[in-house]
């Protein structure tokens, strides 16, 4: 079998993201006012740190007004609710993007259900994951939303396809699942106590790693010809995926760095300027 195609993030991201600041110049011209992104940053997490200042550059280049909130490690859950509170009524601000992951003694999900649904560009509230779930529209968790966009892309229809997703966390593996069986894939998932990983992926064929393990899946679980998308995100930009047997097997698959990251940015600054142009609707 030959090599698989590589599915190329950062030239559709670059895409979507001209597209998204034609759009944003257009709102502007007409309302006199930038689309506005608040990020929300707790802590110094290293990693984080370089997300958000990315997150902040690209809205920069697409003419999206950044508003960058920078909390302590210490903050209590109060405070952070409180500080998302004050972003969610404020009129000036389109977007709430609230950086994972916060500090074990924060209470994320209340934390992120202090973001008014109509400001989650993020895709991280309830509201937006059901949805998402029902494939109705609103806002979808960032990288889920990317890697579907990529399958499009590339042709890959999931309806009627086995697909195995590999994590279960709110914003990576369970939207990306949800959004694949709103597209009518069967849906497996598969986490810390699945008893046979390999004979699950070996089955699948659309394969979606995002359990932060590198490398964990192998070609030799590759199913001959499957779409292998890597949403792991590990130090060293290294993926989930072991790329160099996998791309032996696959017919498709994300490179890391350059597959899913760029899409996860691209499909933020897309929703931020989606929530600007509905708030200008409404006056
Ligand atoms: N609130 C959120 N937190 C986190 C999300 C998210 O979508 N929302 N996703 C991840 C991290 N993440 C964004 O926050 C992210 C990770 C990686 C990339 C990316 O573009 N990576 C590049 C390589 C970057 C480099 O060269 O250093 C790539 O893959 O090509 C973007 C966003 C966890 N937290």
Redesign the pocket.
């Known amino acids: 079998m030959s090599q698989a195609r590589l599915m190329e993030?950062?030239a559709l991201a670059r895409r979507i993201v001209e597209e998204t600041a034609e759009r944003a110049a257009d709102l502007t011209g007409r309302t006199g006012k930038a689309p506005c992104l608040a990020t929300v940053l707790v802590g110094e997490d290293p990693a984080s740190v370089?997300?958000v200042r990315?997150?902040r550059n690209r809205c920069r280049t697409a003419g999206i007004e950044s508003r960058h909130v920078e909390l302590p490690a210490t903050t209590t859950t109060e405070e952070l609710v409180t500080a998302l509170r004050a972003l969610s009524a404020d009129p000036t601000v389109h977007g709430i993007?609230?950086?994972?992951?916060m500090g074990p003694h924060l209470d994320e999900r209340a934390a992120f259900e202090a973001i008014a649904p109509e400001k989650d560009v993020?895709g991280?509230t309830f509201a937006s994951f059901a949805t998402m779930s029902f494939g109705l529209p609103g806002f979808v968790?960032?990288?889920p939303g990317g890697i579907m966009r990529l399958l499009d892309e590339y042709g890959v229809d999931p309806a009627g396809k086995r697909a195995v997703v590999v994590g279960r966390s709110a914003?990576l593996g369970k939207p990306a699942g949800m959004l694949l069986l709103a597209r009518d894939a069967t849906v497996t998932y598969c986490h810390s106590r699945t008893a046979d990983l390999s004979a699950a992926v070996r089955e699948a064929d659309i394969v979606v790693a995002a359990v932060g393990r590198p490398r964990l899946i192998r070609g030799q679980d590759i199913k001959p010809g499957a779409v292998v998308i890597d949403a792991g995100?590990n130090e060293g930009?290294v993926g989930d995926v072991d790329f160099d047997s996998a791309v032996e097997r696959a017919s498709l698959i994300t490179p890391?760095?350059?597959?899913?990251?760029?899409m996860?940015?691209a499909t933020?600054l897309e929703q931020t300027v989606q929530a600007a142009e509905a708030a200008a609707r409404q006056g």
């Open positions: 993030g950062t370089t997300y990315m997150k993007l609230l950086q994972h992951p993020d991280v968790s960032c990288t914003i995100y930009n890391v760095p350059g597959g899913v990251g760029p996860t940015i933020l």
